[in-house]
């Protein structure tokens, strides 16, 4: 598997694993709801500007995945969905 596929299976479904920092569902100890990414408030004028920024803090994070559709939704036979 390439570098970019190493957080999805041979069909291209997402591996759920919580406790490795690369996966997209991996939570450090200082993320949470409350996180800050960026200073800037959306106000319809400032698009452009915002969007970059919003969206290099969630790459940097390793969460673009879940905004930009290309994390499918985890199988319901994997137990951590129900946890």
């Not at 004028?45 to 905004?67: C, D, H, P, Q």
């Amino acid at each position: 598997m390439s570098g970019e596929d190493k957080n999805k299976t041979d069909n291209n479904t997402p591996i759920f694993n919580m406790n490795d920092p690369p996966s997209p569902y991996y939570l450090c100890s200082a993320t949470h709801p409350g996180n800050i990414i960026s200073h800037i408030i959306l106000n319809g004028e400032n698009y452009a500007n915002w969007s970059r920024i919003v969206t290099n803090a969630l790459k940097s994070k390793n969460k673009l995945y879940f905004i930009d559709g290309s994390l499918t939704k985890p199988a319901n036979s994997v137990p951590e969905v129900h946890a």
